[in-house]
């Protein structure tokens, strides 16, 4: 049974139940640094490689393996295509991701692509390998900080609608897209957080039916130059509060 806490128990006949621990990083140095840290502290047999597709090639018997996802190293895009695999692998191989920040939405995905757990570089070194021998003994770990970093749904309202569904706000987020700018860039300069970008980022990718950001760039082309196309053949764009002030004045 899979039980789920925000401080895991570490027992010494944990370790029994996984026999090896591969350490999926695809950084060359972060890698080695990973291993090293994790055996020095849990005597265990590793093996570690740069992608999950790498896995294949690893000798061991999937009910003891416990496989550990970095994701630190990697572009918002290429950790989307990494937890994509986990689905891949055999359900009886344990998993533990690895994050850049205790970011709610990213956990929740995680756990969405069968991730048994979940923790950020902003926990302590021995706590991570008490979660990785909780996980690695049948518990799902989820730390409680992720919650405190939930943001709610944007919500789009009548006036913010532009075309396909797409609100003004996801139309700035797909012009910055096309430009190249990372989350954390479009955070910045639209004064929102980074969660909250990544959450219109989704929603985007839904709407357009987009594979990932360079889709979106793609797709999204004709939303961001539609109204500059409106503009240019004399034509005002739709503006549900012009509609709404017309009525107001027809009213009085």
């Known amino acids: 049974m899979n039980n789920t806490a925000d401080e895991p128990r570490s027992h010494s006949t944990l ?10 990083e695809r950084n060359d140095f972060l890698r080695d640094c990973l291993q090293c840290c994790v055996t020095s502290h849990w005597p265990i047999k590793s093996e570690a490689c740069a992608s999950l597709s790498e896995l294949t090639e690893i000798q061991a018997t999937p009910r003891s393996t416990l496989v550990v996802l970095s ?39 995680a756990l969405r692509q069968r991730a048994n757990g979940y923790i950020s570089l902003n926990a302590q070194f021995e706590f991570f390998i008490q979660a990785l021998r ?22 789009a309202t009548p006036e913010q609608v532009v075309a396909n569904g797409i609100t003004s706000r996801e139309l700035s987020v797909i012009q910055a897209i096309r430009q190249g700018k990372s989350n954390k860039v479009i955070a910045y300069e639209l004064n929102m957080c980074e969660s909250t970008v990544k959450v219109h980022v989704r929603n985007i990718m839904k709407k357009l039916n987009a594979r990932n950001r360079t889709d979106v760039a793609i797709k999204g082309a004709d939303l961001v130059t539609a109204p500059s196309r409106a503009e240019a053949s004399g034509r005002t764009p739709f503006c549900y509060d012009q509609v709404e002030a017309k009525h107001h004045n027809a009213a009085e």
Do not use: N, W
């Not at 370790?15 to 999926?24: E, K, N």
């Not at 994701?71 to 994050?99: F, G, N, W, Y």
């Not at 909780?134 to 919500?155: D, H, K, M, N, S």
């Open 15 to 24: 370790s029994d139940l996984t026999s090896v621990i591969v350490i999926v």
């Open 71 to 109: 994701l630190i190293s990697l572009s918002d895009e290429q950790a989307e295509a990494e937890l994509a695999l986990l689905k891949d692998l055999d359900p009886c191989i344990r998993t533990m991701v690895l994050s850049k920040t205790d970011d709610f939405h990213d956990a929740l995905i």
């Open 134 to 155: 909780f996980v690695g003994a049948g518990g799902t770990y989820f730390p409680a900080q992720c919650l405190l970093t939930a943001q709610p749904e944007p919500l």
